[in-house]
């Protein structure tokens, strides 16, 4: 087996890959892929997978989940079109690359744009503090972890404003308090399931309530009034984030996930801090527990390294092309010991 650092799509437990392989062959006397979404025994999955993210993220009432298609970047557009309030003015935190293409969204859907705070000036190194945030926005928008930089928010803004979060790369990662969010949205390939689906979790009092005409796949409350099924949804990557999320809750659930997590980021970020060949490219405070990215401090033993890792069966370990360097990403599915072996080629270097 190989170690999977890739960011995206993401290495899921092994016992999901197991029987989402089984459903492929055999669901309920069909293939999952090719069973009617209109079908009782499909329309039973599509209403668990919706339970169990509430489940798992302690939803409150008033909030609909729904599995979308477009990725988080259609999410982008979405986002902008449901919110847009009676300024069509939208505050947005620029934290990196996937920040940058939500701000060119929200402007496409008509909103002036401002960027609250950014992070551009370091190379997306840090996240900025939040002051000075305008009162007349319709909804302020971030990234809760930038997978391409590597940093991570540690705590939720405190603002009045309507709050909006992609959330792609570290949902189901850690706890999160959904109250503070109108919405929150995510790709499901990064922590979730097969790339396909995209989840929303929505305020159901914000349904309906945008000043713009809204395309109709991109109206949210048309999906709501659906229960998710307005068109044909991404069949297979539903039944699989399902049998994750069970996964998930069988397994003590978030608060597990976060421990594991933070235990694989220490391990790791440790080795680069003590290791006098690498260095981290982010600062300390504003670290990602998903997605850790570091660079060797002599270049010239790149070769080795790499040849190194890629001997140790390590996969999707080189760096995004905007950063350089390297990126070790960590969801929840990938094994301790996946670490440790990295840790130990690290140490041989
Ligand atoms: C991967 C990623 C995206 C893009 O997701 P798609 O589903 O490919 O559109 C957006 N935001 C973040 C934070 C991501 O990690």
């Known amino acids: 087996m190989k170690h999977n650092f890739g960011a995206g799509p993401c290495i899921l437990p092994q016992e999901v890959f197991k029987d989402a392989a089984a459903a492929v062959l055999d669901f309920n006397g069909l293939s999952i892929l090719e069973v009617s979404h209109r079908s009782a ?25 729904l599995f979308l298609q477009g990725g988080a970047s259609l999410g982008f557009l979405i986002s902008a079109y449901n919110f847009a309030g009676k300024n069509k003015k939208a505050g947005y935190v620029n934290t990196g690359t996937w920040s940058t293409k939500a701000v060119k969204e929200g402007k496409n859907a ?9 992070s551009e000036d370091k190379g997306f190194n840090y996240i900025p503090e939040l002051n000075d945030i305008p009162e007349d926005l319709d909804f302020i928008h971030y990234t809760s972890n930038n997978t391409i930089a590597g940093t991570q928010f540690k ?50 009092s914000v349904l309906g309530k945008s000043t713009l005409d809204i395309p109709t796949y991109l109206d949210l409350q048309v999906h709501a009034k659906k229960d998710s099924m307005f068109n044909t949804p991404p069949v297979f990557s539903v039944y699989v984030a399902n049998l994750n999320l069970k996964y998930m809750i069988k397994n ?19 080795e680069i801090d003590n290791n006098p060949n690498f260095e981290g490219t982010t600062e300390v405070k504003d670290r990602s527990l998903m997605n850790v990215t570091f660079r060797l401090t002599d270049d010239s033993k790149k070769e080795r390294f790499d040849q190194l890792w890629n001997d140790g069966n390590i ?35």
């Open 41 to 65: 025994d499909f329309v039973k999955v599509m209403e668990e997978a919706r339970e169990n993210v509430k489940k798992a993220l302690n939803v409150p009432e008033g909030y609909t989940v």
């Open 110 to 118: 008509g909103l002036e744009v401002i960027e609250i705070a950014s």
């Open 155 to 204: 705590s939720i803004p405190e603002t009045n404003i309507p709050l909006i979060c992609d959330m792609s790369s570290d949902i189901f990662s850690q706890p999160i308090d959904v109250s503070k969010f109108d919405l929150i949205y995510a790709g499901a390939q990064k922590n979730l399931g097969p790339a396909g689906s995209t989840l929303y979790i929505v305020k159901d």
């Open 252 to 270: 003590g659930g978030v608060d597990a996930i976060a421990k594991r997590n933070e235990e694989k980021a220490e391990l790791l970020y440790n």
């Open 315 to 349: 996969v999707g370990l080189k760096g995004h092309r905007s950063v350089g360097g390297y990126r070790a990403s960590m969801y929840n599915a990938l094994e301790i010991e996946s670490v440790k072996a990295l840790v130990e080629i690290m140490k041989a270097l």
